[in-house]
Antibody, heavy 118, light 110 residues
């Protein structure tokens, strides 16, 4: 079955760029929608955005000015770049698949905690 | 956009039923049938329990059911079991390729 695994630095300095990669196994990213979702410690979930296999993207309006999601079909992975981070961007970041394009997520990666601190 | 509104907590005894609400607007919950529900145990990734208002993915017990009326969606857990104790989040398509989550409900099995 499809499995997702997030990777990247666990600590980022304020004003720098947070960069994460989601590696997909058991299936190809050349189909479906692939999303990033985050969860600040002790708080709720926030959708960040998605990339479609065609390369089209959509982002949460509240983050759109700072976010880029890109895909790498040759390595079967997709990535998140979040620019100009602050402490408010400290969160567990999850990648997930939308299996039908109907705005639900299954499966999810295990998540990666990224802290923003100097 | 604002998060969908969920009660912070809900509880029930084993064997009982509990319903968790998720209130939005005509721009999200009330305007489409793309409401889903997720269960999250401490330290774990969320798991989908319901999608498209009332559909259950393979492997999810039929004790979990979803419905919607107007701008409010609901998740009902029947025959509560200890393993159902978790946080539950709703989400809805909000138009313009945007998606919004609820603030989450902590379900306690007494």
């Amino acid at each position: 079955q499809v499995q997702l695994q997030e990777s990247g630095p666990g600590l980022v300095k304020p004003s720098e760029t947070l960069s994460l990669t989601c590696s997909v196994s058991g299936g190809s990213i050349s189909s479906y929608y692939w999303s990033w979702i985050r969860q600040p410690p002790g708080k709720g979930l926030e959708w960040i955005g998605y990339i479609y296999y065609s390369g089209s993207t959509s982002y949460n309006p509240s983050l759109r000015s700072r976010v880029t999601i890109s895909g790498d079909t040759s390595n079967n992975q997709f990535s998140l770049n979040l620019r100009s981070v602050t402490a408010a961007d400290t969160a567990v970041y999850y990648c997930a698949r939308d299996p039908t394009g109907d705005h639900w997520f299954d499966p999810w990666g295990q998540g990666i905690l990224v802290s923003v601190s100097s | 956009q604002s998060a969908l509104t969920q009660p912070p907590s809900a509880s029930g005894s084993p064997g009982q039923s509990v319903t968790i609400s998720c209130t939005g607007t005509s721009g999200d919950v009330g305007g489409n049938n793309y409401v889903s529900w997720y269960q999250q145990h401490p330290g774990k990734a969320p798991k989908v329990m319901i999608y498209e208002v009332s559909k259950r993915p393979s492997g999810v017990p039929d004790r979990f059911s979803g419905s919607k009326s107007g701008n409010t969606a609901s998740l009902t857990v029947s025959g509560l079991q200890a393993e159902d104790e978790a946080d539950y989040y709703c989400s809805s398509y909000a138009g313009s390729n945007n998606l919004v989550f609820g603030g989450g409900t902590k379900l306690t099995v007494l």
